[in-house]
């Protein structure tokens, strides 16, 4: 039985763990920003280049708490050639979508991640998916195509099917993840990398493309990474802080803060498909996490 002091301080671990995450996608949004920001005029694979290089230093205090360049020994080099290849694919799908579409339906889109997730789950880790999660799974596509707009053919359908296939590689990043943390790889080796083998393989394929950014393009490239950096410290520290099961839902959050800057900045306001889209989509994640917090409970 826990005592008065453990339940308050378990509140106040709780109580900052879900204001890191809010912040984390709050600034995850800022990074979003950025890159939409470049407007295109940078090559998707300089500005991912860019994104995981200005990222590198700000991850390095992570790694000298945690024991310095010894705590980057891995026992599964396989793995993390996987989740580097699974990540790219994600990261160059997000940031082809905010070149080309409205920062809310790419945050939108993103949350089809879960949906990919529990699908490839059941090939790739074994696990079952009842026939509650299977219709969740399908009712979220079913949101994908109010967005598409099938109704009155609004959208740049190419770019929503990149950002799909980067949701595809984010669940599959996720899956790699699960078996190198099942295999005792530590955090840190897993975040350090993949921003160092990312930064490697996007700079050998900007060297054909390489444009001279301008003094405000080479900002938002050194905004994206460093502001990336700190988001994702955030998001590690608040799940450090706090159980899945109780921040999960406050990423969502995410499509509160790229739906006002995209019509702050860009005038993006989403029609009423996109919304019902989005709402489909966010109900379906939402249930889906639902289920797995009731079937771990139930484990």
């Known amino acids: 039985m826990r005592t008065i002091p453990d339940l308050a301080s378990l509140r106040r671990s709780r109580r900052r763990a879900v204001l ?3 912040g984390a996608a709050a600034v995850f949004s800022i990074a979003a920003a950025f890159v939409k920001g470049l407007g295109g005029e940078v ?5 991912v280049f860019c994104r995981n290089l200005f990222a590198i230093p700000v991850l390095l205090p992570l790694l000298l708490a945690q024991g310095g360049v010894r705590a980057l020994r ?4 396989g793995l993390h050639l996987a989740r580097l290849a699974a990540g790219l694919m994600g990261m160059f799908g997000a940031f082809y979508g905010y070149a080309h579409l ?3 339906t790419v945050t939108a ?6 949906l990919f997730l529990t699908l490839l789950s059941v090939p790739l880790l074994g696990e079952r998916v009842g026939p509650r999660r299977g219709a969740a799974v399908a009712v979220g596509f079913a949101g994908v195509l109010l967005m598409t707009g099938p109704f009155d053919g609004h959208g740049d359908l190419t770019a929503m099917g990149v ?3 980067g949701a595809l590689g984010w669940a599959l990043a996720m899956i790699t993840i699960r078996r190198m943390g099942a295999a005792g790889e530590s955090n840190v080796a897993i975040v350090l990398w993949f921003a160092i083998g990312s930064a490697v393989v996007s700079g ?5 493309v390489w444009v001279w950014p301008s003094p405000g393009q080479w900002m938002l490239l050194i905004g994206t990474g460093v502001v990336s950096a700190l988001a994702q410290i ?3 520290e608040g799940y450090r802080r706090g159980e899945p099961t109780l921040l999960a839902p406050f990423e969502y959050s995410a499509i509160l803060w790229t739906t006002l800057m995209g019509v702050l900045l860009w005038a993006e306001l989403p029609d009423g498909w996109d919304f019902a889209g989005i709402a489909v989509l966010i109900a379906s994640g939402l249930y889906i996490w639902r289920r797995e917090v009731a079937l771990g409970i139930r484990r």
């Open 204 to 208: 050998l394929l900007c060297l054909p």
């Open 109 to 114: 889109l993103g949350f089809t991640m879960p």
């Open 163 to 165: 950002v799909l296939l």
């Open 102 to 104: 409205p920062l809310a």
């Open 234 to 236: 955030m998001m590690t």
């Open 43 to 47: 090559p998707l694979a300089q500005v």
């Open 74 to 77: 891995t026992s599964r080099p």
């Open 20 to 22: 890191l995450v809010l």
